[in-house]
T-cell receptor, first 117, second 112 residues
Framework: DTGVSQDPRHKITKRGQNVTFRCDPI?????LYWYRQTLGQGPEFLTY????????KSRLLSDRFSAERPKGSFSTLEIQRTEQGDSAMYLC???????????????FGPGTRLTVL | SQQGEEDPQALSIQEGENATMNCSYK?????LQWYRQNSGRGLVHLIL?????REKHSGRLRVTLDTSKKSSSLLITASRAADTASYFC????????????FGKGITLSVRP
């Protein structure tokens, strides 16, 4: 399967613990995005990378959140000192973008569902 | 924050009927995209329409865009039970450099 993959698919943790999610994009894609989706809502943008550079972060991404894409391939999203409000589906997407174009479809992974007890 | 509002929030139709879903948005956009999400899964891209386009077709899908009214519609013709899913419109704002801003989504149920 050459689509976007995410690991783990489900994560249950206790409040205050740290969690880390991984996303493997489609191999030739240079852009990678993280979104968060809560029940009954559409996904909300968190951050995105162009190759290894993190180009934009949403205000939703508090200091407890950090994302990396060290070699321009896979990415990790870490949440420190988790809170119950962090419970959500975390979606990763990738796309291939040439130059400054914004006309690109994003390919989404299956998501990681986080439950904070 | 959510950019778009889809209408209706939920739609139930019989197999074979057409389904029309509407989306309104607030800011100037570069393009608008529709995505489908099956229960508890990732999103699948359906169609992209640029701000200088008015209508686009892809198989059983027809999308229109009216930038003067800041609205779009998605028409699914001859619906099938497999079309049952949540549908989201997402916009790329002018200057937003491909970041997607989603609406809350429409739940479509197609009865066999």
């Amino acid at each position: 399967d050459t689509g976007v993959s995410q690991d783990p698919r489900h994560k249950i943790t206790k409040r205050g613990q740290n969690v880390t999610f991984r996303c493997d994009p489609i191999s030739e894609h240079n852009r990678l995005y993280w979104y968060r989706q809560t029940l009954g809502q559409g996904p909300e943008f968190l951050t995105y990378f162009q190759n290894e550079a993190q180009l934009e972060k949403s205000r939703l991404l508090s200091d407890r959140f950090s994302a990396e894409r060290p070699k321009g391939s896979f990415s990790t999203l870490e949440i420190q000192r988790t809170e119950q409000g962090d419970s959500a589906m975390y979606l990763c997407a990738s796309s291939l973008v040439y130059g400054a174009t914004s006309y690109n479809e994003q390919f989404f992974g299956p998501g990681t569902r986080l439950t904070v007890l | 924050s959510q950019q778009g509002e889809e209408d209706p929030q939920a739609l139930s139709i019989q197999e074979g009927e057409n389904a029309t879903m509407n989306c309104s948005y607030k800011t100037s956009i570069n393009n608008l995209q529709w995505y489908r999400q099956n229960s508890g899964r990732g999103l699948v891209h359906l169609i992209l329409i640029r701000s200088n386009e008015r209508e686009k077709h892809s198989g059983r899908l027809r999308v229109t865009l009216d930038t003067s009214k800041k609205s779009s519609s998605l028409l699914i013709t001859a619906s099938r039970a497999a079309d049952t899913a949540s549908y989201f419109c997402a916009t790329v704002r002018t200057g937003a450099n491909s970041k997607l801003t989603f609406g809350k989504g429409i739940t479509l149920s197609v009865r066999p």
